[in-house]
């Protein structure tokens, strides 16, 4: 059964939603916390766009692998399983 997330006049799926807003987010968050709470960010070569677009692209990359990694397992052990862990 899917979800929708209704919107006036059309209905959009919960997926792309979802992780369209965790992507914006995340990449906000992290340069709003970088500029806060680490002052080695603050070096001048710091913001150009090969550092962030690298820092990004791990990130994401990275949480891409995990997600799927564990939607693998979780496909062959079952759900109920993987919800002990």
Same mark, same amino acid.
């Given at each position: 059964?899917? =979800?929708?997330?209704?919107? #006036? &006049?059309?209905?959009?799926?919960?997926?792309? %939603?979802? =992780?369209?807003?965790?992507?914006? !987010?995340?990449?906000? &968050?992290?340069?709003?916390?970088?500029?806060?709470?680490? #002052?080695?960010?603050?070096? #001048?070569?710091?913001?150009?766009?090969? #550092? !962030?677009?690298?820092?990004?692209?791990?990130?994401?990359?990275? @949480? %891409? !692998?995990?997600?799927? !990694?564990?939607? =693998?397992?979780?496909?062959?052990?079952?759900? +109920? @399983?993987? +919800?002990?862990?």
């Amino acid at each position: 059964m899917r =979800t929708y997330i209704d919107v #006036p &006049g059309r209905q959009r799926d919960q997926i792309p %939603a979802s =992780t369209f807003i965790c992507s914006v !987010l995340a990449a906000f &968050g992290l340069v709003v916390i970088g500029l806060i709470f680490n #002052p080695v960010w603050a070096k #001048p070569r710091a913001f150009e766009l090969w #550092p !962030l677009a690298v820092l990004l692209i791990s990130s994401w990359a990275s @949480t %891409a !692998l995990g997600a799927l !990694l564990w939607n =693998t397992s979780v496909h062959h052990i079952g759900a +109920s @399983t993987a +919800s002990l862990f």
